[in-house]
């Protein structure tokens, strides 16, 4: 699987984006894709993610309410939509994917997942 993020740009506080995760590969309908961020200096951590056999979705609590993901599996591509932006929401944004159906503990993690996209900056002026 091969994954390609996009979407990212500069925005104002309080503005929305919606980030694209183009996938290719045979296994990609079978797999469960999560997004992560790492903001500057910061370590990577989990935002979302996405069940392949349910589409089912987790969210962190910092931007529950705020951020939706969503699958389609015609072209092969999840987006995570981000609404009410804030300045700490400001990071590289990653999606990665993992085959099957995880738990949702496990989503939350990064070494859950064996593909991973290269990135797309999200920056968040006040």
């Known amino acids: 699987v091969q994954l390609q993020a996009s979407g990212g740009g500069l925005v104002q506080a309080g503005d929305s984006l919606r980030l694209s995760c183009a996938a290719s590969?045979?296994?990609?309908?079978?797999?469960?894709i999560g997004w992560f961020r790492q903001p500057p200096g910061k370590e990577r951590e989990f935002v979302g993610a996405?069940?392949?056999?349910?589409?089912?979705?987790y969210y962190a609590d910092s931007v529950k309410g705020r951020f939706t993901i969503s699958r389609d599996k015609a072209k092969n591509t999840v987006y995570m939509d981000l609404n009410s932006l804030k300045p700490e929401d400001a990071a590289v944004y990653y999606c990665?994917?993992?085959?099957?159906?995880?738990?949702?503990?496990?989503?939350?993690?990064?070494?859950?997942?064996?593909?991973w996209g290269q990135g797309t900056l999200v920056t968040v002026s006040s």
């Open positions: 590969g045979p296994t990609f309908s079978r797999s469960s």
């Open positions: 990665a994917a993992v085959e099957g159906y995880w738990l949702k503990l496990s989503m939350r993690i990064p070494s859950t997942y064996d593909y």
């Open positions: 996405i069940n392949w056999s349910d589409d089912m979705t």
